[in-house]
């Protein structure tokens, strides 16, 4: 369950992340790498690799603190969910975010 | 009108200025100064109140190129207004981002 919570948060902050840490959230998130994996596919220690995540799960969490933008797209799901008539509509506002 | 466009990307991306930027964006944006009294206001010259307006301009609209949350806003705006019976429903949404 926390890491839906961060596959979320990953989905809408993403574009705000280094190259490097973009690409080592994504393969921890998204493709289910192992830190070791992770660390061999990218030539680098295992500790660097968890640093990384940590830092990018606090950074992920202060992007949302401050713009709500998860918040949004949740609620936009409650609302499609409440009116089924609209929710192709408000999946189309929700994915003009991305 | 650019102002407006300013005005809507502050209020949805101002917490991702640093405390200095925010203040002289919305002393500019918000409160309608003039770069000369924001300057006095501040003590420092035209120019780097200048400068910090342009920069923060451009953050602006790197972060809007890369979230969104504007055109969300908008595209709930003409949501709302498509359907009046939701309007209120949809504008507690885009304020849950605030």
Redesign the interface.
């Known amino acids: 369950m926390e890491d839906l919570h961060f596959m979320r948060l990953w989905d809408?902050?993403s574009?705000?992340l280094t190259d490097t840490q973009r690409e080592i959230t994504n393969l921890y998130f998204n493709f289910d790498l192992s830190l070791a994996e992770i660390a061999e596919e990218k030539g680098c220690s295992r500790q660097s690799v968890s640093d990384c995540l940590n830092k990018c799960r606090k950074q992920l969490e202060e992007?949302e603190e401050?713009?709500?933008?998860v918040?949004?797209t949740e609620?936009?799901e409650a609302?499609g969910e409440k009116?089924p008539e609209?929710r192709q509509?408000?999946e189309?506002?929700?994915e003009?975010?991305?």
Not at 66 to 69: A, E, I, N, R, S
């Open positions: 809408r902050y574009p705000l992007y401050k713009l709500h933008l918040a949004i609620a936009l609302f009116y609209h509509e408000v189309q506002i929700s003009s975010g991305k």
